[in-house]
Nanobody, 117 residues
Framework: QVQLVESGGGLVHPGGSLRLSCVASGIIFSNYGMGWYRQAPGKQRELVASITFSGNLNYADSVKGRFTISRDNAKNTVYLQMNSLKPEDTVVYYC???????????WGQGTQVTVSP
């Protein structure tokens, strides 16, 4: 039915870059807000960046100026460009799809980002 499939995670050195991708299926993509969250072991999942169906952007203070979220409705895909990565960015990142006129929130399986010297 609904699937969100993340890719692009991996190991990178401090100061490096990664681009995460999330391909959605089973939804009318253009009607959903899309987001990226991250969750460290034993901690609550936190919002990293989001983009509404109309293109409004929101970022966590910790990633402002370093990360950029974007969406390509023709490809049913949301991206997270991550630059100037820090060791504290090491965590599992999750893609989300949020239907704003109801109470539907979907999650991907997560992709691991590791920033290490």
């Amino acid at each position: 039915q609904v699937q969100l499939v993340e890719s692009g995670g991996g190991l990178v050195h401090p100061g490096g870059s990664l681009r995460l991708s999330c391909v959605a299926s089973g939804i009318i993509f253009s009607n959903y807000g899309m987001g990226w969250y991250r969750q460290a072991p034993g901690k609550q999942r936190e919002l990293v960046a989001s983009i509404t169906f109309s293109g409004n952007l929101n970022y966590a203070d910790s990633v402002k100026g370093r990360f950029t979220i974007s969406r390509d409705n023709a490809k049913n895909t949301v991206y997270l460009q991550m630059n100037s990565l820090k060791p504290e960015d090491t965590v599992v990142y999750y893609c989300s799809a949020d239907y704003p006129w109801g109470h539907r929130l979907y999650w991907g399986q997560g992709t691991q980002v590791t920033v290490s010297p």
